[in-house]
């Protein structure tokens, strides 16, 4: 397995292509148990979490980063980013720095994959965050 192979497997997939283990914060997919997703949560308690007018306009003020590992067999491979918003209802990928509005594919398509509760659109929407287009190939 790729690189490229291993994040496009996991960019084109659906949160019902994995097994997830709650407790342990772990997404396993279910076509190739090789390949994995570890949760793990931001240990900086000496702030009030993540503070950004996106992520704190909702019910539950509250946001926290949470930081995804993607593993193959044992080898962490790559790293994501997601801010659990809402009383952790939803885990949104960070906008881009410069527009603080829009949100990149490849990012969206890694937080489709962990989004257990189903509620990452409803909750862009709610936050006033836009999903970056997708790219058409020419061939």
Known sequence: MTYDKLIETIRSSKPGDW??????????????????????????????????????????????????????????????????VDGYRADLPLPDPKTKKMISRRDYELARAVDVLGTLDQYIQRSGLTVEEEKSVAV
Request: proline share 5%; aromatic share 14%; with cysteine.
């Open 19 to 84: 097994i997830y283990n709650d407790e342990q914060g772990v997404h396993t997919y279910r076509a190739d148990l090789n390949i994995r997703i570890q949760r793990r949560r931001d240990d900086d308690l000496s702030g009030s979490g993540f503070n950004e007018p996106w992520a704190t306009c909702h019910p539950d003020p509250s946001a926290r980063k949470m930081f995804f590992d993607i593993y193959y067999g044992s080898s962490l491979v790559d790293s994501f980013l997601l801010v659990a």
